[in-house]
């Protein structure tokens, strides 16, 4: 018996239909990263190892998909490490490559490659695929498409007001009724270590506080416990995660607890010029909140953080970004401040469908099927489609003679939205008898008069 086809599981098929609303989003997605100002580029699907082992921290490390090594590069392998029982090791000695993990980090590198072919400060926007050996679940997926932009080569905080603005931009414009972008900044994480004794600790500390509405206070503290963080700076640490009001209560509340921490206080600062610029300049739907928890533990940010979430439903992050003035430096180019943004595609997919947020019109049904009654009448018909597809309306015939029935049938699965019926009095006459598949209505037509409807 031959095997059942099946596809891994985190990865999915799309089907038309799917594939014209997925669209929907990009097209979106892509007209507003263009009006700001951003242009395209394109990295390959895989990276060199090396490029992406190291930027994420211990645990983005473990979900890089790696390309086993073929041919005579197998030789390479440390079988010394496999005895030695030293398994991470062994598994990198006998991969060279691995598929990308973001967009970001491959970024950095090109910018760092083509420095000399690009000017200062540099906008580019990117939609492409990355894969995480993440565990499958409702919004997670292990391929998944990101949709970012970015800025490097300009400390100004104006890009992060930019950054902002196009969250309410994108989201609104898809019509995302209720969503929150919530603001931090990592310079006060940093005072927050700083004030407990615990700067070398900042990172066990931000990846801990990150997972706050996930595994709660009592679980924050047995992993800070777990990563050596003293229960006295515990209890400094605490109060924070009670902190509540406005934003601008919360903001006051942190430079209190900051007064002291010079990077702290200048990450309020910062995050204040953000907020004020933006209630200058108005935003159309999204709700603005200061997170103090809010940490997205990748090692890179080094600036503003960001995170949004669409409210009412059950659904992680749907987009997200943030500062990270040292990333191209792991590439050897320092001084390079840079800020940007993702968009989840899969994600916004997933809400506006739950929603039912999708316009009635982004399909990709046919406009035109052509029923064949034979061979004179298809040589008629396919001198009229073309003229038809020249207007660009998307028309097909029908392949075959076959029954009525038949014919009718396919056109429903299509969802075909006309159908043409030209017969040998059709053809006498020079007329098209055009039915429309949702009213029924059926009406003789000319050429002209059936692409002036259609184009309407």
């Known amino acids: 018996m031959a095997q059942k086809p099946s596809i891994p599981k985190g990865t999915r098929d799309f089907l038309p239909a799917e594939v014209a609303k997925r669209n929907y989003i990009y097209n979106t997605i892509r007209k507003s990263f263009e009006v700001y100002g951003f242009s395209p580029i394109e990295?390959?699907?895989?990276?060199?190892?090396?490029?992406?082992?190291?930027?994420?921290?211990?645990e983005g490390d473990r979900l890089i998909f790696k390309?086993?090594?073929?041919?005579?590069?197998?030789?390479?392998?440390?079988?010394?490490?496999?005895?030695?029982?030293?398994?991470?090791?062994?598994?990198?000695?006998?991969?060279?490559?691995?598929?990308?993990?973001?967009?970001?980090?491959?970024f950095a590198r090109f910018v760092v490659q083509h420095q000399n072919e690009i000017s200062f400060p540099f906008k580019r926007y990117q939609i492409q695929p990355v894969w995480r050996a993440d565990r499958p679940q409702h919004g997670r997926y292990q391929e998944f498409y990101q949709c970012d932009a970015d800025v490097v080569g300009s400390d100004s905080l104006l890009y992060e007001v930019d950054f902002v603005l196009l969250f309410d931009e994108v989201l609104s414009n898809l019509k995302l009724p209720d969503f929150t972008i919530k603001i931090n900044n990592r310079k006060i994480l940093s005072g927050i270590a700083e004030i407990c004794g615990e700067e070398d600790k900042i990172?066990?500390?931000?990846?801990?506080?990150?997972?706050?509405?996930?595994?709660?206070?009592d679980g924050v503290v047995k992993e800070l416990l777990e990563k050596g963080v003293s229960e006295n700076a515990i209890e400094k640490i605490k109060p924070l995660f009670e902190i509540s009001g406005s934003t601008e209560s919360r903001l006051k509340q942190m430079k209190d607890f900051l007064s002291s921490s010079e990077i702290g206080i200048e990450g309020i600062n910062e995050l204040e010029f953000v907020l004020e610029k933006v209630n200058e300049l108005g935003i159309r739907t999204a709700k603005?909140?200061?997170?103090?928890?809010?940490?997205?533990?990748?090692?890179?940010?080094?600036?503003a953080i960001?995170?949004?979430?669409?409210?009412?439903?059950?659904?992680?992050?749907?987009c997200g970004g943030g500062r990270y003035d040292d990333l191209t430096s792991i590439f050897g180019m320092?001084?390079?401040?840079?800020?940007?943004?993702?968009?989840?595609?899969?994600?916004?997919?997933?809400?506006?469908?739950?929603?039912?947020?999708?316009?009635a019109t982004v399909d990709n049904s046919l406009e035109l099927l052509f029923i064949n009654f034979g061979e004179e009448e298809q040589s008629y018909c396919l001198k009229l489609m073309k003229e038809i597809r020249k207007n660009g309306i998307s028309s097909e015939m029908y392949p075959k003679s076959a029954k009525m029935k038949k014919q009718m049938k396919y056109a429903n699965d299509r969802g075909v939205k006309n159908i043409a019926l030209?017969?040998?009095?059709?053809m006498e006459e020079g007329i098209i008898q055009l039915k429309n598949m949702d009213t029924g209505e059926q009406i003789g037509l000319s050429l002209e008069q059936v692409i002036e409807k259609l184009k309407k």
Request: hydrophobic residues 40%; without cysteine; aromatic residues 8%.
């Open 288 to 303: 603005i909140e200061f997170d103090v928890t809010l940490a997205r533990g990748l090692n890179y940010y080094t600036g």
């Open 67 to 106: 390309i086993l090594n073929s041919g005579e590069k197998v030789r390479k392998a440390d079988l010394k490490a496999l005895e030695d029982g030293n398994l991470a090791r062994f598994s990198n000695s006998l991969s060279e490559k691995a598929l990308r993990y973001d967009l970001t980090v491959p």
């Open 43 to 58: 990295t390959p699907s895989f990276e060199l190892s090396s490029t992406l082992l190291g930027k994420y921290g211990e």
């Open 422 to 426: 030209v017969g040998k009095n059709e």
């Open 306 to 318: 960001f995170e949004v979430k669409a409210n009412g439903v059950k659904m992680g992050s749907i």
């Open 334 to 359: 320092k001084d390079m401040s840079g800020v940007g943004i993702s968009f989840g595609a899969d994600r916004i997919y997933d809400v506006l469908t739950e929603l039912d947020l999708f316009p």
């Open 203 to 217: 990172i066990s500390i931000t990846v801990a506080i990150d997972k706050l509405d996930k595994i709660g206070v």
